[in-house]
């Protein structure tokens, strides 16, 4: 298998790319589909700018041949997210939306470690 081909890494990008896109098209859409709560004008926006994240984490893994070091490292940027989600969920205000982000980005950091040990460096 080689680094550009399809695989786990690419689909995991395809997957980013389409969360990413629906993020910053429908992000009041999303947020509900996720969360069952409408979301406010500061959620709509800081889900932008993470649908944003998300587009230009894809595109740099996919320009990089979703290689193991691109994908750990996504992982790691996925980890440091659902860890900053994790703290701002002790606001009860917005707990149950930064949690259910923190789900999100630890599965896709699980998906990341999972491609990367299946790529060669």
Not at 17 to 39: H, K, M, N, S
Not at 68 to 80: E, K, N, Q, T
């Amino acid at each position: 298998m080689t680094n550009a081909g399809p695989g786990p890494g690419g689909l995991l990008q395809a997957v980013r790319a389409g969360y990413g896109g629906a993020l910053l098209i429908a992000p009041g859409l999303v947020i509900r589909l996720v969360t069952g709560e409408p979301a406010g004008p500061r959620a709509r926006a800081v889900a932008r700018v993470l649908g944003a994240r998300h587009l230009l984490q894809a595109a740099l893994t996919t320009a990089a041949g979703r290689s193991a070091p691109s994908l750990g490292i996504g992982a790691a940027v996925d980890l440091v997210h659902a860890a900053s989600m994790a703290a701002l969920a002790a606001d009860r205000r917005v707990r149950r939306l930064t949690l259910t982000d923190a789900l999100v980005e630890s599965a896709l950091a699980l998906a990341g470690l999972s491609a990367a040990r299946l790529r060669p460096a």
